[in-house]
């Protein structure tokens, strides 16, 4: 399964990496875009099994990202993780209603991601 | 600027410190920072906008920022290189993103992270906002998280 990390920070994506692989997912299902416009143009040319979105990107944000997302017939239930350091209730809200399946707030430790989204990793 | 403001800073600085990067962060007493250019060499920048106004800068000497942010990135660098940049740009932006979760009497935006360093910069706070700054000491040197925010009441 192909799981692709979307976030505009290297060295956040580093880390995400690096956690993942450590639960055993391997280098080649990994893919990385630096914001929602690359990650679209991915989207579309491979087929994504989860995505880690990040919220505050240039370009297009994980929010816009994701609702363009779910507005496809391909990826209208693919599980969709946002990660992000946006903690406030109401940007849980709003990403909830824009089709995120599950909302993570940074920082957290590898284990608690692994807990997370260990479900879709299994899928 | 009230007090009720600035807790909510510190309280994500000292998470994500002490609680996620296992450091020994300490914070001292908040002073008015009456040279709002007095920063060190490597400062992250959040904007906040929405109904409010105001930035959150998190400063740091060039060899704390190293450090740090190897901490932070499960490797070592050993120059003020892209990466280490990369890593202080999103430091603050946690600390901006959480600290919002206290601020509950607003709608807030935070601004993607902007991240300046060298000796003799000038940094545009925004004007007639008091800056506030919270000074660190850690194991890898001091540091500072400062925070100029209009007061909405």
Known sequence: MNILIIDDSLVMRRIHKNILLEAGVTEKELLEAEDGKAAWDIAQKVSIGLFLVDWNMPNLNGLDFVKKLRATETYRSTPIVMITSEAARYNVVEAVQAG???YVVKPIKGQALIEKIGKYLRK | MRAQYINPFLKATMNLFNNYLGLHAEAGKPY?????????????????????????????????AIHIVSVFAGQEYKTLSNDVL??????????????????????IEISLPGVITGSSYTMRWPEGIPVVCIPLTSEHGPFSINISLKDMV
């Open chain 1, 100 to 102: 995120v399946t599950n």
């Open chain 2, 86 to 107: 990369d890593g202080v740009g999103e430091l603050v932006n946690i600390i901006a993103g959480n600290a919002k979760k206290d601020l509950t009497d607003y709608r």
């Open chain 2, 32 to 64: 008015l920072l009456e040279d709002p250019q007095d920063l060190k060499e490597v400062s992250g920048i959040i904007g906040l906008a929405g109904e409010t106004k105001g930035a959150v800068v998190l400063s740091f000497s060039r060899e704390t």
